[in-house]
């Protein structure tokens, strides 16, 4: 039996192996700007962040203001290689499948985003009815609100909920707001979430048996 009675998911890192490719594709266009970073860098300063805040870090990066176009022109590449290349997080399908608890998927991502990537690798019916988005509320982690209007319309308190976060804006958004938050550590390349997150697990396959402890 689980202390839990909602399990609250990020999508980018959690749900669908996206990082690798919306990053390398912000490394691409930043470069194009001389901005000269790496996948590395995107990582370390890119991963959990509202894009708004990734523009304005390479806005810095090239001390000028970013082509008007830069986010469309994003969303264009990006959807392009997502279409390509994208997988869902090894083991999160049947993770999903034998999961029996209500759950939900509670993004940084724009919804349009979000639904073609869960389309993309086979788990849209399993969240298409609990689909949140940080621009649904216009506040990004590390602002709680996101999971806040999650667990409110999922018709849970945030300490009977738990969110499963691989980035430690995202770890740090849940603990806001007063969630337990399960850190998923495959791609914690700089070891940050294990000291704050309430537990953390680097299989996905190991996750339904850490929310049955």
Known sequence: ??????????????????????????????????????????????????????????????????????????????????????????????????????????????????????????LWPYFKAHVFSCYGVQKWKPDPAVFLWAAKTMGFQPEECVVIEDSIIGVNAAINGGFDVFGFTAHDYNHQLKNKATKTFNNMKDLIALLHY
């Open 1 to 122: 039996m689980s202390k839990y009675k909602c399990v609250i998911f990020d999508c980018d890192g959690v749900l669908v192996d996206s990082e690798p490719i919306g990053n390398q594709v912000m490394v691409d266009m930043a470069n194009e700007l001389g901005a000269q970073i790496n996948l590395d860098y995107a990582y370390q300063h890119f991963k959990g962040n509202s894009f708004h805040k990734c523009v304005n870090h390479i806005s810095e990066l090239i001390d000028s203001e970013l082509p008007t176009h830069f986010e469309s022109e994003y969303r264009r590449r990006s959807f392009e290689k997502f279409k390509s290349e994208i997988k869902p997080v090894e083991g999160v399908l049947d993770v999903v499948k034998n999961l029996n608890l209500p759950f939900c998927v509670a993004s940084s991502g724009p919804e349009n985003k979000i639904q073609l990537n869960l389309e993309l690798t086979g």
